[in-house]
């Protein structure tokens, strides 16, 4: 099976061809906007489509010969949705017979109410600017899937963690830094989904003979809190399970950062943000990155010493965190096995494994 890949220079995308290299099942191929896109892909000596994905004649054209797209682009959040409605048309103009879209378990928040599953309505009143755009595009593919053509399967993961993902990250370098705080009292659901698992998610859905659409939440299999998450990273990379602070304190509304966090979330001011740094060099970029922690109020901390007392410090937790930090229930995956069989997906101590891999790799641990 021949199949596109839009935003396959991202984290999940540039994986996807990892593991597409490696097996003759199905031919993946990026289409990409720009060449310097390809960077990541490089190393895997693929041949690649360019074209303005943007627009709807190129990207047509770019499809066309695809027996199913999968979608992954969201670079910016204002877009989001924007983006689906234009993966929608090229497909159906192009012939596409199955477009696969990555959406996000956020368009439900806390995941409050324990009657949520794969065909409840996002909540489009959210406070963050990626839940609300992710929810639309939800409601407009959701919308079109009693179409001839294509076909629309929504996948919808939660975290995505697993080697380079920033959700594997963010637990070493606050563990390094010192103190890492968990809101909710380290208690919440971490709704994990390994990139592999992502990967054989998608697989089932290519390789499956079920011709149904729909929305589909995908998820690795048992459950975690966050707890249980940062502690299996500290024993892992050997830092002292103190360093594992638990709180019931809310996030911080009135720190730099907090409005720095409000800020992004606010459409004008995003775009004003996505416009300023295509300007910049990659040197400026490096050096805006040492800069904007201490305006965020310290969020990322040089290494601490393995062997040195825990500093003190107050509860710092942002809007963000807080809230998938307390989320109260796990989400149903059982529609999803339902129509396209189970993905024989790996448990969360073989994930951990490759995780910790990675992470020692980039230099965290004790």
């Known amino acids: 099976m021949k199949v596109a890949i839009l935003g396959a220079g991202g984290f999940v995308g540039s994986r996807l061809m990892e593991q597409a290299a490696l097996t003759p099942e199905w031919q993946f191929v990026p289409v990409l906007r720009s060449p310097k896109n390809l960077a990541r892909l490089s190393k895997l000596g693929i041949a690649a489509r360019f074209a303005d994905t943007g627009r709807i004649e190129p990207l047509a054209a770019a499809l ?33 017979k199955l477009l696969i879209h990555l959406s996000s378990a956020v368009v439900f928040g806390r995941v409050e109410s324990p009657t949520l599953d794969d065909d409840s309505a996002p909540d489009l009143g959210s406070w963050m600017l990626y839940a609300r755009e992710k929810g639309l595009a939800e409601n407009f593919l959701r919308e079109r899937m009693g179409a001839a053509a294509p076909r629309v399967v929504v996948l919808r993961p939660g975290l995505i963690w697993g080697p380079r993902s ?113 300007c910049l060099s990659s040197e400026s970029k490096s050096q805006l990155k040492h800069y904007l922690p201490g305006l965020a109020g310290g969020r990322y901390q040089p290494p601490w010493p393995a062997d040195a007392p825990v500093p003190e410090s107050a509860p710092r937790l942002t809007r963000e965190h807080w809230a998938l930090q307390n989320t109260v229930h796990r989400l149903p995956t059982q529609k999803f096995v339902r129509d396209f069989g189970d993905p024989g997906l790996m448990g969360f101590e073989a994930g951990l494994a490759f995780t910790l891999v990675w992470l020692r790799f980039a230099g965290y641990g004790a």
């Not at 992954?72 to 204002?78: F, I, M, R, S």
């Open 166 to 278: 920033p959700w594997s990250a963010l637990p070493a370098r606050q563990l390094a830094g010192g103190v890492a705080w968990l809101g909710g009292g380290g208690r919440g659901i971490c709704n994990l989904v390994h990139v592999d698992n992502l990967a054989r998610y998608v697989h089932q859905v290519l390789r499956s003979p079920a011709t149904v659409s729909g929305c589909y939440n995908v998820a690795d299999p048992g459950t975690v809190t966050w707890q249980e998450f940062y502690a299996a990273v500290a024993a892992g990379l050997g830092y002292p399970g103190l360093r594992i602070r638990l709180t019931e304190a809310g996030p911080h509304r009135t720190s730099p950062g907090a409005v720095l966090d409000w800020l992004k979330q606010q459409p004008p001011f995003y775009r004003l943000m996505k416009k300023l740094l295509k």
């Open 64 to 96: 066309e010969g695809f027996e199913a797209v999968i979608n992954l682009a969201a670079g910016d959040w204002t877009s989001i949705r924007a983006d689906a409605e234009l993966a929608h048309a090229a497909c159906a103009r192009a012939g596409t």
